[in-house]
């Protein structure tokens, strides 16, 4: 026998709603949950010593984790198991996702915290979760601040502070946002050496940009509890243009968040690493010609409930 899995686990995807790269130099951010992000099943293999076989078709991923295994979801997958003392062979895993990959929406937090839930159960403690979430996110992306893990174990809308945990944000009614897919994978390693290359060059100047996108989380949830949608809107362009300031915007995606504020849009940024990903935009009460004018892009409606 294997050592034993759990026959099923879940984890959140997630949208950050501002706060982004900040983050990691320990300003708030604050995130919302995707429910249902990710979604994995396991199954005995018929031999205990063969390589556990991950399958998430979505994501068009088909893979054994063999210890000399140079993909790097099969490199994260072990380094989750092993942190969790799991098995690291006899399993057949299957995942559905309607996460997008490499979009900004937290797919690889939403995996790894889905795998650790197979060993530890749903009830498992949410600082173990992250911890071995962790172990695998920094595979793919160096050193995360833990706010997608952290999002993709607990759900709901956080206030995260990086070594500090998450609290959940009061919100005074649901949420409605849309998220743009602007088609352009990016890397998140990559986008955040780039700010922090821009902050060695320019200290002075980057670190109140810093400062200033930690200030629009921090007021976008006074804005949340009085469900002021103009003021949160206006906030999520500012940190757009804070975004781009410290490098990680396109002029792809500045075009896109232009477009989404001509077609009535109450604010618009880019969402997670930048450099490509999804647009996050809030829309008005009818957002019947922003679906009219993104209709190419398959935008994603989605409510975030209090
Ligand atoms: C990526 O989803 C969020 C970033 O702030 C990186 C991190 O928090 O580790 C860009």
Redesign the pocket.
């Known amino acids: 026998m294997p050592i034993p899995l759990h026959p099923r686990a879940e984890a959140c995807g997630k949208v950050?709603l501002l706060g982004?790269?900040s983050?990691?130099y320990g300003h708030p951010a604050v995130a919302a949950g995707l429910p249902q992000g990710v979604c994995l099943q396991a199954v005995p293999r018929e031999h205990a010593k063969l390589p556990i076989s991950l399958s998430i078709p979505q994501w068009q991923l088909e893979l054994e984790l063999r210890a000399d295994s140079e993909h790097p979801v099969a490199r994260a997958c072990l380094e989750v198991l092993t942190h969790c003392d799991g098995p690291v062979t006899g399993w057949a895993i299957t995942g559905t996702t309607c996460l997008p990959a490499r979009a900004?929406l937290?797919s690889s937090a939403a995996l790894t915290v889905a795998l650790a839930r197979l060993v530890l159960g749903e009830h498992a403690d949410l600082d173990e979760l992250v911890d071995a979430s962790l172990a695998g996110e920094r595979v793919f992306?160096g050193e995360?601040?833990g706010?997608?893990s952290r999002v993709a174990a607990q759900g709901g809308v956080l206030r995260f502070v990086r070594g500090a945990g998450a609290e959940p944000v009061p919100l005074a009614g649901p949420l409605p946002l849309l998220l743009i897919p602007s088609n352009i994978p990016r890397s998140?390693a990559i986008?955040?050496a780039k700010v922090r290359a821009r902050l060695e060059r320019q200290r002075s100047v980057i670190t109140p940009t810093l400062s200033a996108l930690g200030a629009a989380a921090e007021a976008s949830i006074r804005a949340l509890a009085h469900q002021d949608l103009t003021a949160l809107g206006e906030l999520m362009t500012i940190a757009h243009h804070l975004l781009g300031a410290i490098d990680v915007s396109s002029p792809a995606l500045d075009a896109l968040q232009a477009s989404a504020l001509a077609a009535g849009a109450l604010g618009a940024k880019l969402t997670?690493?930048g450099g490509g990903g999804c647009l996050l935009v809030l829309p008005p009460t009818d957002p019947s010609a922003l679906l009219t004018a993104f209709a190419t892009y398959e935008p994603l409606l989605v409510e975030v409930h209090p």
């Open positions: 950050i982004e790269h983050v990691v900004g937290g992306h995360p601040s706010l997608d998140t986008q955040v997670g690493a």
